[in-house]
């Protein structure tokens, strides 16, 4: 199972601490559902340059994946986009709306360097 209203939330909340910053920020998903987290985040971004980690606590092998920072981020804000369509299309809900209602994890937003 996988807690998708959840993880949209984490999403939405990133793209606008992005907007709002107007910088690159870390993203990390923790879910309520699975409250330890010895390992890490279930995924994060790392930005850092003009590049970004992509990493996640469910990968088979652990290997450092590097991406171009700018086509991480669009990849994550299709994501989010995508997203919101699809739980719309199936969910009789408007997100915008709705989304004040979503159980998630509340922490403050990377508000200086992104490193």
Known sequence: EFPI???????????KAIDQSKRAQE?????????EYEDGAILSIIPFGDSARLKSIWAEQELYHVFDLDYLIRAFLTLEKD???DIEAYFPIKLDKFIKHIPAVVFDWNSGDSN
């Open 5 to 15: 209203l959840e993880f949209y939330t984490y999403l939405y909340n990133w793209k």
């Open 27 to 35: 993203f990390h998903y923790y879910t309520l559902e699975f409250d």
């Open 83 to 85: 997203l919101k369509r």
